[in-house]
Nanobody
Framework: QVQLVESGGGSVTAGGSLRLSCAVSGRQYTTPCMAWFRQVPGKEREGVAAIDFYGNTAYGASVKGRFTISQENEKKTLILQMNNVQPEASVMYFC????????????????????WGQGIQVTVSS
């Protein structure tokens, strides 16, 4: 199985920056896709950003141009660099992994992601 552990959450002032990390361990897949989702209590999880094995990226419309997804440490760490964060970003963020997605041109549907981290809270103060 796959283990995903998020870190780096916390509080930030609106307009500031925050960096989330997700440590990936366990079984490896040939062409995995990794992503960040976020969830407002009582609502469905929203796709924030995704990156495929080849480095192609996709972003949710509300974060495009402000958030950047990347991988480090031989793809064992997933990063979400959040710049110019806004109060609507005050939610739980989840790291997720899809087993095999060849290439992405858009944010993959949530149903493609069977593996999830426990989530991490981000709070944005105005």
């Amino acid at each position: 199985q796959v283990q995903l552990v998020e870190s780096g959450g916390g509080s930030v002032t609106a307009g500031g920056s925050l960096r989330l990390s997700c440590a990936v361990s366990g079984r490896q897949y040939t062409t995995p896709c990794m992503a960040w989702f976020r969830q407002v209590p009582g609502k469905e999880r929203e796709g924030v950003a995704a990156i495929d094995f080849y480095g192609n990226t996709a972003y949710g419309a509300s974060v495009k141009g402000r958030f950047t997804i990347s991988q480090e440490n031989e793809k064992k760490t997933l990063i979400l660099q959040m710049n110019n964060v806004q109060p609507e970003a005050s939610v739980m963020y989840f790291c997720a992994l899809a087993r095999e997605i060849k290439r992405i041109a858009a944010m993959p549907p949530i149903r493609y992601f069977p593996f999830w981290g426990q989530g991490i809270q981000v709070t944005v103060s105005s």
